[in-house]
């Protein structure tokens, strides 16, 4: 199984072996991972932002066009930004290291 590592806000690291085909949002949700994802990965909001360690972001697959638009709304936006909903854990991804935004911003609520 590929191992995900998600570092909270408080830089507490935990990692996750999970099998393939699970998107972030869903491996983090399983594991009380603190990520809110409140479009339910609908691809709707934006508050499954991640930031992606610089050393595995050129493994990922391109965002699509929808996703580039709704990462412009996330707070605290980074070049290595992406929607934890729309990254699915492969056995490619495995080692990948993301770090929770301290913020988040919920349009549905604002």
Known sequence: MPRVTFV????NRVEIDAPEGLSL???ARKHDIDIEGACEGSLACSTCH?????DDFERLEEPTEDEED????A???TRTSRLGCQIVLTEELDGLTVTLPVETRNLLLD
């Open 8 to 11: 909270a806000q408080d830089g």
């Open 25 to 27: 949002l869903e491996i």
């Open 50 to 54: 991640v930031i992606v360690d610089p």
């Open 70 to 73: 709704m990462l412009d709304l």
């Open 75 to 77: 707070f605290g936006l």
